[in-house]
């Protein structure tokens, strides 16, 4: 597979982050010389927060991980993710692979079944050869290092053209607080859909309630505004992890929550940046919406609209098919306020071509790997940023031209 | 442009209506060698009723329309449309060259101003050429023909593969009461959304108000429910037109009612049969959901589904990505529940796949081009049908592959 052309140029150093060790191994799960099996341990009292896939549809782990989140966090937690099955939509079957799973790390490891938390991802309504997994944890317990995380963002890979990583360091009070994550997404899962898995670990102190709030809350503005294609996994997954190894609390502390904030948009851009075809990296701004609300459906039609994205595909600043998503989002606009900007260049003002666009302008902007779609609504204060990538025939060649 | 390969064989033959009158012209608004623009002239009294795009952003004729649709209905009635130019986001200048037209059709014809509707379908953002099709208003006057409606359906085509006719004969109390509608849609407009323009005209004797609940009604069941990439356009346009000359009132008859439901979803099926690179004639038929809403939300997030698209695209059986659009449709849902089928062949039910399963059967039902998508969702007497097509190359070639 050739790797996107939106990748970054080589995975990050990523620190070592006290009190959690990570493990890898081959399970065969259903590819062939990769590891696809990633096993972490947390410290005893480690804090676990997370968010989840809203679909109906959920998998069995997802389902699990949301019993599980917010209960006792007194012992060492484990997280298990395997790739090349999903375990989706595999009825009774899957729960209980779930449950032989979680229970089989509990064997294994002596951590409570409560604090053991599975993903897969992968191929979805085929029975997870869970026992290929099961043979694996000895050894995924006897190798646990510290060192493991960009292994085990490798092993969670599907079609994934690169692995994703991110981290900070934030001092405070003279004193470093880490945190490292990983991610995988939006490269395809043959023969199924794209899922979202992304694992995050800190050595802050910080209680589960005051950790999920940050998390939640700095999901809805970053992983929560990223669209490849308007699709939805089954199994989307966010984790995070605090050991608290580094004894300083973060609870309430801005600049702890501004790094997490910034190391989880910058996950969720390497996402987008690994879309399915994607050949362009997009941003889009909507200001002077009614109100946040609204700024959103504005932001999130247009991000979605296969016209606008195969327009920039196109390499065309066809602001036109812009106008037409601004109309169907339902969100309140005025077609005579409306302004429309690629960048710095104004395309369309008081209802009309601004004086000021240059057809050879736009079309040179739109040359660029980075495009940046800027809409003021010109009603209020309202405000969304979304992130997604062009729509490509290398989309459809990805997507359809195979058989399962 | 080659023909979608799901055209109908030959453009039907449509009776005259009596009381309607037409002719064509080239005026050169956009393209060369073609006619572009079309003038329908409605007898003396004639009822007319519409519906029209929802979207904030729309047109300045669609806003006219709107205006005028329920007014005075005791004289004659005009209908213009030119292909080749919207007149969309063209702020006042659009509205001034609306105001134009209507007024130069009214100086020629004679009708009164109020009863003037119009239409454009093209390019957007650019000025109409308003003087162009003005200065073919008197031949058009002059040329009307009651036999001119399969040139009206050629005349209002954009980048459409084939012209749109459907027709239908009520027999009431013994006499005949005819119906003959023509549309264009979803062929590119280039370099902008394609527009969907529908003309019914009918000798029937109805009064606006019982004319406009029954187009309205039956516009929810059909071209409501037809999707090829869930862009709307600023122009969505359905006119219909009733004469009264065959004297027999079909206020409340259900056989009219029904014949005219028909006509439309034949025309709206033309119209998804002309997406843009189309080779897949798809309906998703959506039951036992909670309420006729959700199964309507099932149906819409399956239809638009870009996944469920390219699976089609692609003659993959791939109900995982159907399982995929119900859960994030935002409807209620349970997944082992979930009954899908291909056809009659069943796929998936009790939260997996079916046992009943056969990839064969199901790979080879999916090479047909007209493919039925089955989804019951197994908790009350909702349901929901939609019409849409696959996502292709084609698609992106027509909507990518050039510079506006």
Redesign the interface.
């Known amino acids: 597979m050739t790797i996107s052309p939106l990748a970054p140029a080589a995975f990050p150093d990523l620190p070592v982050i006290d009190g959690v060790t990570f493990a890898t191994a081959a399970a065969g799960v259903k590819y062939e010389g990769r590891t696809d099996v990633m096993l972490a341990v947390l410290a005893k009292g480690s804090s676990v927060a997370g968010v989840f ?1 809203r ?4 998998s069995a782990c997802v389902l699990d991980c949301q019993d599980k989140i917010g209960g006792p966090s007194d012992g060492k937690a484990a997280i298990l993710v395997n790739s090349g099955n999903s375990n ?7 729960t209980a692979a779930v449950n032989t799973l979680t229970s089989a790390v509990s064997t294994t490891t002596g951590i409570d079944e409560t604090r053991v938390f599975t993903s897969s991802t992968g ?3 085929e029975p997870l050869p869970h026992d290929k997994i099961s043979a694996k944890l000895s050894e995924l317990n006897a190798m646990q290092s510290d060192a493991g995380i960009a292994d085990a963002a490798r092993a969670i890979m599907t079609t994934d053209t690169f692995p994703k990583g991110a981290s900070a360091t934030v001092m405070i009070d003279g004193s470093p607080v880490k945190i490292a994550g990983i991610a995988k997404g939006s490269g395809m899962i043959a ?3 794209a899922t979202m898995l992304v694992y995050i670990f800190t050595d802050a102190v910080i209680a589960q309630p005051a950790l999920q709030s940050l998390v939640s809350a700095h999901n809805d503005a970053t992983f929560n505004c990223i669209t490849v ?6 199994s989307d997954t966010l984790l995070i992890g605090a050991t608290g190894a580094s004894h300083i609390d973060v609870t309430d502390n801005a600049d702890f929550s501004t790094a997490l904030h910034d190391l989880m948009k910058d996950l969720a851009h390497q996402v987008v940046r690994d879309g399915e075809g994607a050949t362009k990296f997009v941003t889009i701004n909507v200001t002077g919406a009614a109100d946040d609300q609204d700024a959103r459906l504005v932001a999130m039609a247009t991000a ?4 606008v994205k ?2 920039i ?4 600043p ?4 812009i ?7 339902g ?6 306020l ?1 302004r429309i900007s690629l960048g710095d260049l104004l395309l ?1 003002e ?4 601004s004086p000021a666009y240059s057809e050879d302008a736009a ?1 040179a902007y739109m040359q660029g790997a980075t495009i940046d779609i800027n809409v003021d609504l010109g009603l209020g204060a309202g405000s969304s940023t979304v992130w997604t990538c ?4 290398g ?3 990805i ?6």
């Open positions: 896939t679909s109906a549809t959920r989706a939509f595999t009825g009774k079957n899957g191929v979805i309504g023969p199924d859909m294609d308007s699709d939805t996994s089954t979605n609209s296969p016209l195969t327009a595909a196109g390499e065309d066809n602001w036109g098919r106008v037409m998503a601004v109309g169907k989002s969100a309140k606009a005025d077609r005579d409306l369309a008081n209802g009309w071509r079309s062009d729509l490509t025939h989309y459809i060649t997507n359809a031209d195979y058989r399962s």
